[in-house]
């Protein structure tokens, strides 16, 4: 299994930005899966920010990110997305997603005060 994140960047507070996740690879059904997006602030750990469930039945944010950020998937294209807006430069970090016990490499994002 295979994950690749993008629309990471350089963005000012109270913008927004729009994260991609493509899942690849021997993968019967991209449904089998709840999907996670994690994020790595700078000097900290990875951390889990946001999950939809199989099927998106339901979903889950952590405190931080709670009424700003939505989590979506779109099993038939095999893609996650994280919608993020009103952004904090504490938002700032490195953001993977995770499906099947696998992450992808992350992408960037940057929000400036």
């Known amino acids: 299994v295979q994950l690749t994140e993008s629309g990471g960047g350089l963005v000012q507070a109270g913008g927004s930005l729009r994260l991609s996740c493509v899942i690849s690879?021997?993968?019967?059904?991209?449904?089998?899966?709840?999907i996670t997006w994690y994020r790595r602030a700078p000097g900290q750990q990875r951390e889990p920010i946001a999950v939809i469930s199989h099927f998106g039945s339901s979903t889950n944010y952590a405190d931080s990110v709670k009424g700003r950020f939505t989590i979506s998937r779109d099993d038939a294209k095999k893609m996650a997305y994280l919608q993020m807006n009103s952004l904090k430069p504490e938002d700032t970090g490195v953001y993977y997603c995770g499906a099947f016990g696998f992450w992808g490499q992350g992408t960037q994002v940057t929000v400036s005060s």
């Open positions: 690879g021997t993968v019967d059904s991209v449904s089998a899966s709840a």
